[in-house]
């Protein structure tokens, strides 16, 4: 039989760059090492059984979930995230698990409706510090799961920690300050107070491994929405001749297979589209990490710039892609009665919550009313009712919105009569 340290992580050739599960900077509450796996493989583990990773398979990307089975859900969108991050760590030698534990929290924090539900929440939690789901998934990582004896949340590495919060870059400029993006809401009051705790180095870019996973997200969420507005019928693959980028690729699939069915063209289209990327931004990765030669993770976070990145010339096709499915997807006429529906369902369920937490299903009435929890304050309570909804799927949110709050203009999240499946 194996002894247990057989089945430790492989020490296959990592760069010097890349984050080191053995010089990991440790967990708020120290634990064990574990016999058989790595610091960032346990992280990467505790998001998958999380209750939170567990309810995006009925959370919206799109399309809300009371929908075609065919559409992308939170959960399918993780998935398909975490395999190009993989993909990406592995061509520019990083830790793979590290990279995939990234990707596979990025969105644990997003409300019930997708962008709808969190604008809405952000609207009615303006007064309160408002809503930000990279925030709102370090709550659920530190405080918001209780799944262990001897502590809330996940208890995660630091590495972990900071990949969640600030994979996109840094939050806070080097005077403290916050970043462009958010100086006109502030940063986010619970990450300020968790970076007193661990500090998160909010001024400095995530590791690479992290800038691996928000690259990921760019190319699923473009390439997958895509796929998703034509499989709906929002628009025809010739409508994407607008775009020079989907333009040439559908041009080379005219020239390779010409006359191809629809179903296999649309796939077609949306391989090419995530391959091109995906090759795009190994290139100019490696050759901006070529330019820094980094010899130590810290070189990356202090390197003043993303080291894993598109070149200008695909950040423009992305760009372009991107302006069109605003407005011929996002924007569509059949999708924004959804979008301003899932709003009146959120905003209904704040006001209702707000105004009588006793409706909440317990733990979440209790510690919005309780003197212990120090939550009798406006602030407090508001707050417990956002992790609350914030938590919901979106087939529980329309249940608790008939059950409190009628069943006014919920019909027309069922969109079955807005698209054809195509």
């Given at each position: 039989m194996l002894a247990p340290q057989s089945f430790a992580p492989q020490s296959f050739a990592l760069a010097p760059y890349a984050a080191d599960?053995?010089?990991?900077?440790?967990?708020?509450?120290?634990?064990?090492?574990s016999p058989t796996r790595g610091n960032f493989q346990r992280d990467r583990d505790r998001i998958i059984h999380s209750t939170a990773f567990r309810r995006l398979a009925h959370k919206t990307q799109v399309f809300t979930a009371l929908e075609s089975d065919h559409f992308r859900t939170r959960l399918t969108h993780t998935m398909e995230v975490a395999q190009i991050a993989r993909a990406l760590a592995r061509g520019l030698r990083l830790d793979e698990d590290l990279a995939e534990a990234a990707a596979l929290g990025h969105d644990l924090g997003h409300a019930c409706f997708g962008h709808a539900g969190e604008e809405v929440l952000d609207a009615c939690m303006k007064p309160?510090?408002?809503?930000?789901?990279?925030?709102?998934?370090?709550?659920?990582?530190?405080?918001?799961?209780?799944?262990?004896?001897?502590?809330?949340?996940?208890?995660?590495?630091?590495?972990?920690?900071?990949?969640?919060v600030k994979?996109?870059?840094?939050l806070l400029r080097p005077d403290g300050k916050p970043m462009p993006r958010y100086e006109k809401t502030g940063l986010s009051g619970y990450i300020l107070e968790f970076d007193g705790i661990v500090d998160l180095q909010l001024a400095e870019h995530a590791s690479a491994e992290a800038q691996c996973a928000a690259l990921a997200d760019d190319i699923a969420y473009n390439a997958h929405d895509m796929d998703d507005g034509l499989r709906a019928n929002l628009f025809a693959p010739d409508d994407l001749r607008e775009v020079p980028f989907t333009a040439a690729l559908l041009e080379e699939i005219d020239a390779r297979h010409p006359h191809l069915e629809r179903s296999r063209l649309i796939h077609e289209l949306s391989r090419r589209v995530i391959t091109r990327l995906v090759e795009d931004a190994f290139c100019e990765s490696a050759a901006r990490i070529e330019a820094l030669k980094p010899q130590t993770p810290r070189a990356i976070a202090l390197a003043g710039a993303p080291v894993v990145a598109f070149s200008a010339?695909?950040?423009?096709?992305?760009?372009?892609?991107?302006?069109?499915?605003?407005?011929?997807?996002?924007?569509?006429s059949a999708?924004?009665?959804v979008w301003e529906n899932a709003q009146t369902i959120v905003s209904g369920l704040f006001g209702r919550f707000f105004a009588q937490p006793e409706n909440m299903s317990e733990p979440?009435?209790?510690?919005?009313?309780?003197?212990?929890?120090?939550?009798?304050?406006?602030?407090?309570?508001?707050?417990?009712v956002a992790d609350y909804i914030a938590g919901m799927t979106d087939v529980y949110a329309v249940e608790q919105a008939r059950e409190f709050c009628g069943p006014a203009r919920l019909e027309p999240l069922r969109q079955r009569d807005l698209f054809s499946q195509g």
């Open positions: 599960w053995r010089a990991s900077r440790g967990r708020l509450f120290p634990e064990p090492a309160y510090g408002g809503f930000d789901h990279n925030a709102q998934t370090l709550r659920i990582v530190t405080k918001l799961e209780r799944r262990y004896a001897e502590w809330d949340g996940l208890n995660l590495c630091a590495e972990t920690l900071q990949a969640l994979h996109n870059g840094p010339e695909k950040w423009r096709d992305l760009q372009a892609l991107r302006a069109f499915l605003f407005t011929r997807m996002y924007r569509h999708v924004m009665p979440w009435a209790t510690q919005a009313q309780a003197t212990r929890y120090g939550l009798r304050d406006e602030a407090g309570r508001a707050r417990v």
